[in-house]
């Protein structure tokens, strides 16, 4: 997706029934994001227009995207953190801005001891101090930020728990 989703904080939309041949599709594109309509076709017995219907009704809805993932500490990016921040006004405004960053790659509004939890993706140690400290602490609003340095990272994995039925 585009730069243009990239500063839009998701509205709440009413979930979508699926049924057992999408989960199945969603699960195989889990697993393989370039597997052919053929291929797909094959393994859950339609054709592959059917499928390919499918898998673009999928798309356009929103309920996936297909796209490669990155392991950050192969392309320079060594350093990553999560950054509890505590708010004073309304958090939806600040996770606005902080999507802006362009280091800030997830924003979660949340409730407990902070208001806004955020991952960063740097270089290094001076890249994520010039970070927090020139563009997260200054947006209007943030009060306060507890930094989490990651490590190492022991699970990474976007299948969702396989969708089952």
């Known amino acids: 997706m585009g730069d243009e989703n990239r500063t839009k904080i998701e509205e709440p939309r009413a979930p979508r029934a699926l049924d057992g041949t999408d989960r ?4 195989l594109l889990q697993e393989d994001g370039r597997a052919s309509f053929t291929a797909l076709a094959k393994a859950v017995g339609l054709s592959e227009g059917a499928v390919r219907q499918r898998v673009q009704r999928l798309l356009r809805e929103e309920m996936v995207q297909i796209v490669a993932v990155t392991s950050p500490e192969h392309v320079d990016l060594t350093r990553r953190a999560m950054v509890g921040i505590t708010v ?6 600040v996770a606005q801005q902080l999507a802006k960053v362009a280091d800030v790659h997830q924003i979660a509004l949340c409730s407990g001891r902070f208001d806004l939890l955020a991952e960063l993706l740097c270089r290094d140690d001076d890249h994520l101090l010039s970070v927090l400290g020139d563009e997260v602490r200054p947006i209007a609003g943030v009060v306060s ?7 190492k990272l022991a699970k990474q994995d976007y299948s969702w728990g396989r969708l089952t039925a």
């Open 24 to 27: 199945t599709l969603i699960t």
């Open 88 to 93: 004073d006004g309304d958090a939806r405004e």
């Open 145 to 151: 930020t507890e930094l989490f340095v990651y490590l």
